[in-house]
């Protein structure tokens, strides 16, 4: 099950120092989370030009060597068997919200459809908080119901974690810019996507506004929310849109298509 996008308890990998060698014990407990919490993990094919999401579906021990599972891309496979292919180049958000990465021989062991991939002997942690942030598609909405009347926001980029987005109405914009200030929480917000003429519809508990901003080519202000609260039904549905559209951007940049 995907976690509810809350704060992450203290879980004893919050304290890790940078530039620090993680032991095994501690490598194994990253992954364990990556497991159980189905963190998205890019995934990046060295010297193809081939990225991607995916998710740890798996762990096991092999000749005294621990592997991981993913799940396994479209186009993986194939992408492996090239001649300019390189290591695999992982990336995640640790339970802090901060970046970790590692790389791994391009050595996978393909079992019954499934990729076993080696764990590896380090684990590089990055002093940089992010989460995969995708630019949003057209007709994407924000609705304030807190607000009275319900205020709609135009949506720029989403991620896991939050989003970037604009009132949308010139005329509301003049009477709600006083309202939506640095710090505010606001309760009870639906977010919009519409794909291929179907709408996902994704509440949001509770958001606080991180940053105000002006675009320097529009003038607009901009707000930057940070999601406070979130039921787990609905971060899996803010993930399965975040998945689906990550693999058809990446897709669509593949040198690799039939």
Known sequence: MLPALRATPDDGLTKMDDDV????????????????????????????????????????????????RIDSPDDFQVILQSKDCGNLYFEFNG???????????????????DVWIPVPDEIHRIQRRRNFRLQAPMGTELILRQLEPPLKMVVIDFSLGGLLCMVASPRARVKKNLMLTRGRNLKNMELLFRDDN??????????????????????????????????????????????RMQRQFLRQRLPYRE
């Not at 060698?21 to 990556?34: A, D, G, R, V």
């Not at 901060?98 to 393909?110: C, H």
């Open 21 to 68: 060698k993680f032991s095994p014990e501690k490598i194994t407990h990253l992954f364990k989370y990556l497991h159980d919490q189905r963190v998205l993990v890019k995934l990046v094919v060295k010297g193809t030009g081939y990225e991607s999401v995916t998710v740890v579906t798996g762990m096991r021990s092999r000749e005294k060597k621990k592997q991981f």
């Open 95 to 113: 339970p802090d919200k901060v970046l970790y990465t590692f790389e791994t021989a391009t050595i996978p062991e393909w079992q019954s459809g």
């Open 198 to 243: 179907v709408t996902t519809k994704v509440r949001i508990g509770e958001a606080t506004i991180v940053r105000v901003q002006t675009n320097t080519e529009t003038g607009h202000r901009q707000y930057a929310f940070q999601f406070k609260d979130m039921e787990k039904k609905e971060a899996q549905s803010l993930t399965k849109v975040l998945y």
